[in-house]
């Protein structure tokens, strides 16, 4: 693995991954970050590390539906893996607005295959990132392993799904060498604040309604995005090919306790004091449409075969990431009033996804 292609790396778990493998881990090759760039990319995550490793890494604003763009990058960086984050993420987007996640997840996931088994000769690993949400809604009891059917209930968890069984296919049908993860909801650093924990962390902080969907007892596990980069880099490295690996933080909770926890850390910390709990500020709103219940992940797979464990709590990686978002209020500014935008059009042109 010298030349990496990883898709989608100016979004939230991508740039985190391509931080992770040039400061920290034992990768020593080079990547290539293609991103178009959409609402929830931002070349400003990783400008840092533009400066820093000049000779190992690159930005190419690139769409990865777009052939035969893409087919000249695999050649002219000489790709021998691939490490596929691009997609459309947000279920509540896929429930307004289900086109994009058709054509990017799995459109876009099509042309890299194909690509990859054009350039299969070079082609070490075509690794792709997923979500434990292709498995569906679990009842009170039990947990998604690898063998769970697939049952995914948005528009974003089908085209993930979808997405998925090309990956597959493409290994059992021409033996491409790939690896696939399933993970539960992350959180941390860079993530656009229209998920969960950074747009309830920012509301609190501010004193705005928190609104939570229902009656707040749909349960997620958390895993701290560091916790998902190690495990994405562990299965790469030592995984098996054609095998796919679960990955959880063993830490479900139900939605209205993350945010009664996000209000009590904010509560005791030396920030502008408000005269009020901030748990006062949730709002009961209307239910998203097919709002799955419950997800819980079995990650044994991952620990006994790789010895993979996440090292993050559940509390600690909110205190972290809490910490994160009150000290990058610049990052966070130009994140919402969309300035990071403008940037954007100035430096690459046109948004083309
Ligand atoms: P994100 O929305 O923050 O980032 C997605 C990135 O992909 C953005 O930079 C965007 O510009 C880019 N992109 C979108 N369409 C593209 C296209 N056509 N061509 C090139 N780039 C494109 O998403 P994220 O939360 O970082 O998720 C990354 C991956 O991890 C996704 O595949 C997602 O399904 C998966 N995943 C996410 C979570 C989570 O909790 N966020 C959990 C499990 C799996
Ligand atoms: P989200 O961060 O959108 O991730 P996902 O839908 O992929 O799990 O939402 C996490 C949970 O929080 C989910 O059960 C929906 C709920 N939620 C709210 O209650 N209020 C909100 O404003 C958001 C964005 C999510």
Redesign the pocket.
């Known amino acids: 693995m010298k030349n990496m292609l990883v898709?989608?790396?100016?979004?939230?778990?991508?740039?985190n991954f391509i931080r992770y493998l040039l400061e920290k881990s034992d990768f020593d090759g080079s990547v290539v970050n293609?991103?178009?760039?959409?609402?929830?990319?931002?070349p400003e995550n990783l400008s840092d590390i533009e400066e820093r490793f000049p000779d190992r890494y690159i930005f190419v604003k690139?769409?990865?539906?777009y052939k035969e763009g893409m087919a000249r990058l695999f050649n002219d960086y000489e790709i021998d893996t691939v490490c596929?984050?691009?997609?459309?993420?947000?279920v509540d987007r896929s429930i307004v607005g289900p086109a994009?996640f058709i054509?990017?997840?799995i459109v876009?996931t099509f042309n890299l295959l194909e690509l990859a088994r054009k350039n299969q000769g070079r082609l070490e690993l075509f690794h792709h990132?997923?979500?434990?949400?292709v498995f569906g809604s679990l009842g009170k009891e039990g947990y998604f392993t690898e063998e769970t059917a697939y049952k995914p209930n948005s528009p974003?968890s089908a085209s993930?799904a979808a997405s998925d069984h090309l990956v597959r296919a493409y290994y059992k049908t021409y033996d491409l060498p790939v690896t696939i993860s399933?993970?539960?909801?992350?959180?941390g650093p860079y993530?656009?604040p229209e998920?969960l924990l950074p747009l309830m962390i920012l509301n609190a902080f501010e004193g705005k309604p928190l609104p939570v969907y229902g009656d707040g007892l749909n349960v997620r596990d958390w895993?701290y995005v560091r916790d998902?980069c190690t495990a994405i880099w562990t299965i790469m490295k030592n995984g098996k090919r054609g095998e796919t690996y679960n990955i959880g933080g063993d830490t479900e909770m139900e939605n209205i306790r993350i945010v009664e926890m996000v209000c009590d850390i904010l509560d005791e910390l030396p920030v502008p004091k408000r005269d009020y709990p901030r748990r006062e500020l949730v709002e009961f709103v209307k239910d998203r449409p097919g709002h799955d219940r419950r997800y819980a992940i079995d990650f044994t797979k991952l620990t006994e075969e790789l010895g993979w464990m996440p090292e993050e709590s559940l509390e600690s990686g909110i205190r972290k990431t809490i910490k994160w978002y009150l000290d990058n209020q610049e990052w966070v500014d130009r994140v919402r009033s969309g300035e990071y935008q403008s940037w954007i059009k100035e430096q690459y042109g046109q948004a083309d996804?």
Do not use: M, P, R, W
């Open positions: 898709t989608g790396g100016c979004g939230f778990i991508g740039a293609v991103d178009c760039l959409t609402y929830a990319g931002n690139g769409d990865i539906c596929h984050f691009a997609a459309e993420s947000h994009a054509q990017t997840n876009g990132i997923s979500t434990d949400e974003y993930k399933n993970c539960s909801n992350n959180y993530q656009f998920k895993l998902h996804c």
